[in-house]
């Protein structure tokens, strides 16, 4: 894995948009480069899982980049005081193996003087419901979509074919964006079964604006989950770190590629090179181009791609209306 957090070269992106090009590298380790032009410059991100879901434990989890990036978002647009946490919720029922688990999620609660949450597209895209839509592409072609909302806007370029070569950092920022603290090394984590029918679980992140240097430090973790604790530097105007949008608009694709790998493994499909690119305004909705290499027919590769957003817990996030409940 490369290192968890760099700027790369800068690639264009209207005013108000973000771009995501993601890609499964191995198990459930995953790179995606972040656009965010003007407002946020472009980075590169890493993403893990830990061992309750087989990973290697190398990065963040894509929900823990989810939190990070809200909280570092709400700290630089509101007006707090001092530190503050925000606790998220997720379900999951029905069963993973069987092809019917859908995911679910439930309003944020945050903890602390946080001053105004209406400044940040974060919270706007959990307010109201989000039509977000899907295409396919599978070995070179693009296919139809079936089981989810289908886009309408024109093939967008095969990540794999834009990046033949790994991504290159600008400079290599120290210390590290994102730091780790992780398990004892003795501590065994038995991983959580393939269908995970009626599992709850959350996240949650605390942290503050440092006001000597307006940088945003948020610590994550999992309550109630044996998983490594990881610290995001977030910088709001992207200079010297990933913005708040860039760390949640990367957890986006990161969550559903979790979900399309799970749903490989459990199915044996024998697919490979799974990829997506993702843009759509800062406060969604979002498009989602998933590219896929495999000798599976349509029908399958149509499946893996909805039951990827119907697993998804942050395309659940999007498309619920969640009101974040401030408690100072």
Avoid at 91 to 117: L, M
Wanted: charged residues 15%; glycine residues 10%.
């Amino acid at each position: 894995m490369l290192p968890n957090a760099f700027p790369v070269t800068a690639q264009a992106v209207p005013p108000g948009t973000c771009r995501v090009e993601a890609a499964i590298t191995s198990g459930h380790c995953k790179l995606a480069l972040v656009h965010l032009g003007e407002a946020g410059g472009s980075w590169c991100l890493g993403s893990d899982e830990g061992a309750y879901l087989r990973g290697s434990d190398t990065a963040p989890a894509p929900l823990m980049h989810w939190a990070a990036g809200v909280h570092a978002d709400l700290l630089r647009r509101g007006a707090a005081a001092g530190p503050v946490a925000i606790e998220f919720g997720y379900a999951v029922s029905g069963s993973f193996a069987q092809g019917g688990a859908v995911g679910e999620a439930f309003a944020p609660e945050i903890h602390g003087d946080i001053g105004s949450v209406d400044g940040s597209p974060l919270v706007a895209a959990m307010r109201v419901p989000l039509q977000n839509t899907f295409a396919l592409y599978v070995n070179g072609r693009r296919r139809a979509v079936t089981g989810a909302r289908a886009s309408a806007a024109p093939d967008v370029p095969d990540p794999f074919l834009a990046h033949p070569e790994p991504p290159r950092p600008l400079s290599e920022p120290q210390p590290p964006l994102i730091g780790k603290q992780p398990l004892d090394p003795d501590v065994k984590v038995a991983p959580l079964p393939i269908s995970t029918a009626g599992l709850r679980f959350g996240s949650r992140v605390e942290g503050a604006l440092d006001p000597a240097d307006g940088l945003v430090r948020s610590t994550v973790s999992f309550p109630g989950m044996l998983a490594s604790r990881f610290t995001f530097t977030a910088d709001a105007a992207g200079r010297r770190a990933p913005s708040g949008p860039a760390y949640a608009w990367a957890a986006v694709a990161f969550c559903y590629l979790t979900q399309v790998s799970r749903y490989i493994g459990a199915r044996e499909l024998g697919v490979s090179a799974a990829r997506l690119m993702q843009q759509g305004p800062l406060a969604g909705p979002i498009d989602t181009h998933l590219f896929l290499n495999g000798a599976g027919d349509d029908a399958t590769m149509q499946e893996l791609l909805a039951m990827a957003a119907r697993t998804c817990y942050l395309h659940a996030t999007l498309g619920a209306s969640l009101e974040p409940l401030v408690v100072p």
